[in-house]
């Protein structure tokens, strides 16, 4: 049995929480047949939370937290943005919602990664209902503008 000291135990913990939060995020982007799914959400979580507590080990003059965030943040804007396609056929958008779904999973590690476990699992809380709720509401109002203009979206 491999024993972990209190500091590598602390970090496990941290990284077994993001990759919770990051799945738990990740079922409703499976139910939807959407791209990013658990695996993706829970990935991205986990690699946010660890690049996040890394460096908060590390102590000096030169080494800033904050700095490794920044460049997440960055990261996965990239990696969102290899979600969103166009579909010329039906003149629309697609991934937007997923891409930003992974990009929250990036900030809940984050928060997990600097000790923010109760902000971490408010996120994780909000965003699913974000995709739960508003899923219907937008639906709905998107149904009834379309039947009302008599040519939907443009």
């Known amino acids: ?5 209190p500091l590598a135990l602390a970090i ?19 139910i939807a047949h959407k791209s990013a799914g658990m695996r993706t959400h829970a990935l991205v ?14 102590s000096g003059p030169t080494i800033d937290p904050t700095r490794i965030a920044a460049q997440v943040v960055t990261g996965i804007g ?6 969103i396609i166009f579909d ?3 003149s629309r958008v697609q991934g937007l919602t997923t891409a930003a779904g992974v990009w929250v999973a990036a900030a809940i590690g984050m928060a997990v990664g600097f000790g923010l476990v109760e ?3 408010w996120a994780t ?3 699913i209902l974000v995709f739960l709720v508003l899923w219907p509401v937008e ?4 149904k009834k503008f379309s039947r009302d203009n008599g040519h939907g979206l443009d």
């Open 1 to 5: 049995m491999i024993l972990l000291d």
């Open 12 to 30: 496990l913990k941290k990284m077994l929480l993001a990759v919770f939060l990051g799945a738990l995020i990740g079922v409703e982007r499976e």
């Open 78 to 83: 990239f990696l969102g943005a290899g979600l």
């Open 88 to 90: 010329q056929s039906h």
């Open 45 to 58: 979580a986990l690699g946010s939370a660890l690049f996040t507590v890394a460096p908060a080990l590390l």
């Open 119 to 121: 902000v971490a699992v």
């Open 139 to 142: 639906q709905k109002f998107i």
């Open 125 to 127: 809380l909000i965003t």
